[in-house]
C-alpha cells in the first residue's frame, strides 16, 4: 500500500475515533444563559436547565450560585467576574458542576471565567457510567471569558467541570452553555483530509 494512501485512512481514522475534540464556537437552539433559573442566589438541588431538557448541580454536593457578579477576596489575591451575557453566570464556591441530560449530546460548548488564582480546570464526558473523554478547560485568572468547545463521535449524556482550585475547586463560571446532538465539523481536520486527498489524486496521474 502507498504511503499516501496510508496516511489517508489514518487520517480518516483519526476523525472518526476520536471520542472528543475541540471546535470553534457553535450556534444552538439548546442554549442556556442561566437568567431564568427557577432557584435562589445559592441552591443546593439539582436545577433544571435548558427548558427541562437537563438538569445541572454541584460534583461536590455543596451548593450552586446564580449571579450577575462575584468576586473573590483571598489574602492578597482579588479576582471578580460579571456576566459574560444577560443578567446572570453560575458557579460555586466549592465543587464544580454537572451538567445531566435527558437526551445524549454529541456537542458541548460555553464560556468560562474563573476568579481564583488558578487557572483552568478538567471537563469529563460520560455515557452513562461510561468516561467517554476529558480534557483540560481553559480559563485564564482575572475573570476573562473564555470560550471552551468540544464534538465527539460518541454519546454523552453527563459532562461534569470541576475547577483546579484548592482541594475544593470551585470559582470557575459558566456562561453562554450550549449542546447539540449532532456533531460540529472541525475545519482543521477535514482541511488535512482534502489535501491528502488531492495529493493522492496528483500521484495518480
Same mark, same amino acid.
Do not use: C, H, P
Given at each position: 500500500m502507498h504511503k499516501i494512501a496510508f496516511a $489517508?485512512?489514518?487520517?480518516?481514522?483519526? $476523525?472518526? !475515533?476520536?471520542?472528543?475534540?475541540?471546535?470553534?464556537?457553535? +450556534?444552538?437552539?439548546?442554549?442556556?444563559?442561566?437568567?431564568?433559573? !427557577?432557584? @435562589?442566589?445559592?441552591?443546593?438541588s439539582p436545577v433544571s436547565i435548558f427548558d427541562g431538557m437537563g438538569e445541572a448541580l454541584n460534583t461536590g454536593g455543596s451548593f450552586l450560585h446564580a449571579t450577575s @457578579? *462575584?468576586?473573590? &477576596?483571598?489574602?492578597? *489575591?482579588?479576582?471578580?467576574?460579571?456576566?459574560?451575557?444577560?443578567?446572570?453566570?453560575?458557579?460555586? +464556591?466549592? @465543587? @464544580?458542576?454537572? &451538567?445531566?441530560?435527558?437526551?445524549?449530546?454529541k456537542s458541548f460548548g460555553g464560556y468560562f471565567a474563573t476568579i481564583a488564582d488558578v487557572p483552568d480546570a478538567e471537563i469529563k464526558f460520560y455515557n452513562g457510567?461510561?468516561?467517554?473523554?476529558?480534557d483540560t478547560l481553559g480559563a485564564a485568572v482575572g475573570g476573562e471569558w473564555s470560550w471552551n468547545g468540544w464534538s465527539s463521535d460518541s454519546q454523552f449524556d453527563r459532562v461534569t467541570v470541576d475547577s483546579n482550585y484548592g482541594n475544593s475547586g470551585g470559582f470557575l463560571m459558566h456562561d453562554a452553555v450550549r449542546v447539540l446532538t449532532t456533531q460540529v465539523p472541525t475545519p482543521g481536520s477535514l482541511a488535512i483530509l482534502g489535501t491528502g486527498l488531492l495529493v493522492a489524486g496528483r500521484r495518480r496521474r
Open positions: $489517508i485512512i489514518a487520517a480518516s481514522g483519526f $476523525i472518526a !475515533n476520536a471520542d472528543i475534540v475541540r471546535v470553534d464556537e457553535f +450556534s444552538s437552539l439548546q442554549f442556556e444563559g442561566f437568567n431564568n433559573l !427557577n432557584m @435562589g442566589t445559592f441552591d443546593r @457578579g *462575584w468576586g473573590l &477576596y483571598s489574602g492578597d *489575591w482579588v479576582g471578580r467576574a460579571i456576566a459574560f451575557e444577560g443578567s446572570k453566570m453560575l458557579g460555586t +464556591s466549592r @465543587g @464544580g458542576i454537572e &451538567y445531566r441530560f435527558s437526551e445524549a449530546q457510567s461510561e468516561l467517554v473523554g476529558s
